[in-house]
Nanobody
């Protein structure tokens, strides 16, 4: 069974930094798209940053020049470096990967359980 596990969330003051990590485990043949989303209370889940299938990176306008998404060469671990954090960045952050479990299977989306990021003013 595929699992995505996030880590690195916590409480930080405005202007500070956090580094989130996402580790995928289980039977994985191939990984395609990968990304980070977040959800604040009362709001819909929104894209923070992601890799396209071509390896390009896409960022939400609100986090450009502050957040950096990265991954290892195996595409089993992904990170989100968050700098100059603001109170409005407070949310539960989720990682997601598009994973094919077998060589003849299909890609399906998998999500982590989420990690809380709280930025105090």
């Amino acid at each position: 069974q595929v699992q995505l596990v996030e880590s690195g969330g916590g409480l930080v003051q405005a202007g500070g930094s956090l580094r989130l990590s996402c580790a995928a485990s289980g039977g994985i043949f191939s990984v395609n798209n990968m990304g980070w989303y977040r959800q604040s209370p009362g709001k819909e889940r929104e894209l923070v940053a992601r890799f396209t299938s071509d390896g390009e990176t896409i960022y939400a306008d609100s986090v450009k020049d502050r957040f950096t998404i990265s991954r290892d060469t195996t595409k089993r671990t992904m990170h989100l470096q968050m700098n100059i954090l603001r109170p409005e960045d407070t949310a539960v952050y989720y990682c997601t990967m598009e994973i094919k479990r077998f060589w003849n299977g299909y890609f399906n989306d998998y999500w982590g359980q989420g990690t809380q990021v709280t930025v105090s003013s």
